[in-house]
């Protein structure tokens, strides 16, 4: 999400087989810490590990610019993997990698969805939403293949999902005018995660910390309440490991721990933590027993601000 409409959200209101080799000398509750080349103006946002190798990207908002490391090997630096700038590539916010190797990302205010191979960067596909004021923000995928991305500033969810023929296909798949999720001023719909099953979406609403669910058979969007009235203003990327979500809550660098009842209808939130090494945190990853934290430096971006160099991805051990 763009540093400015993230500051504006306060304001407005499976597992792996193999054990990452990046663990082993340090503490548990260390962090490590990953960078980006030196002089790297990256103001990252988005990660997604690929689940077969441990590599990982990190997408840059500054010029679309996205780079790999290994959750799994002993280097600690990021090294860039696709060009800013090239298929049109000027901004990219949320990731995912697909079990079969696909990397897709989420182009912000572009409004473009891209496909790539996550080995060697060749670009599969990129779709167009055509949408005048747009923000496609996070991307999620399900069991059967297909992706889901939210739209921050227009009420709709986008489908990418392969047809018969295995031809991926891209559709506005969920308006969203009319349901309980209504889009008020700001951020609205940022992240999103699959449930287990495949059968519900959730989503979280940035400026009003409201949770959604929606039904993928029928479409049917209902809200998530928590216990005391809780909400998850700020929240941002989000992390589902059975009922427990994780939502990162970017302007107060917490990872808050939320307990989702056995139908995906309430919550209660449980936990959080934060560490010293993160920065404007906008979303998560999972490696093993730890999470790969992306420190975005929204808050030192515009005029007469000077971010931290270089930028850096921490690696946290779950609580």
């Known amino acids: 999400m763009r540093w400015f409409a993230k500051i504006s959200v306060l304001m407005v209101a499976t597992g792996m087989l193999m054990t990452p080799l990046a663990t082993a000398a340090h503490e548990p509750d260390e962090a490590i810490i990953y960078s980006f080349p030196a002089a790297d103006t990256v103001f990252p946002e ?23 490391g290994n959750a799994w090997g002993e280097s600690r630096a990021l090294e860039p993997f696709l060009v800013g700038g090239s298929d049109g590539r000027t901004t990219v916010v949320g990731m995912k990698v697909s079990l079969q ?58 489908r990418i999902k392969a047809d018969s023929n295995g031809v991926y296909q891209y559709e506005l798949w969920r308006d969203l005018r009319g349901t309980v999720f209504q889009y008020v001023a700001g951020f609205n719909a940022n992240g999103i995660v699959v449930t287990a099953d495949g059968k519900y979406l959730i989503v979280v609403q940035s400026n009003t910390g409201k949770l959604f669910r929606i039904n993928i ?7 998530i309440p928590l216990a005391a ?41 449980v936990g959080s933590f934060t560490d010293p090494s993160f ?24 005029p007469n601000l000077t971010p931290s160099f270089p930028f850096t991805v921490s690696s946290v051990r779950i609580r």
Do not use: C
């Not at 060749?122 to 167009?128: D, G, I, P, Q, V």
């Not at 058979?217 to 809200?223: A, H, M």
């Open 46 to 68: 988005g990660i997604a590990l690929h689940p077969g190798n441990g590599d990982f990207f990190v997408g840059s908002t500054a010029n679309g610019a996205i780079y790999r």
């Open 279 to 302: 920065g404007f945190t906008t979303t998560a990853t999972r490696s093993g027993d730890r999470l790969l934290v992306v420190n975005s430096q929204f808050n030192r971006r515009g």
């Open 101 to 158: 190797g696909i990397l897709y990302a989420a182009g912000g205010g572009t409004g473009t969805l891209w496909m790539y191979d996550a080995i060697t960067g060749r670009l599969l596909s990129s779709f167009r939403n055509g949408v005048a004021s747009t923000f496609v923000n996070d991307v999620a995928l399900a069991p059967d293949g297909a992706a889901y991305f939210t739209d921050s500033l227009s009420p709709y969810i986008y």
């Open 229 to 269: 009235g809780d909400l998850m203003i700020a929240g941002d990327g989000l992390l589902l490991d059975g009922q427990m979500l994780y939502v990162v809550r970017n302007q107060l660098n917490l990872i808050v721990k939320v307990q989702l009842s056995a139908d995906w209808t309430r919550g209660q939130q």
């Open 217 to 223: 058979d029928t479409k049917e969007v209902s809200e």
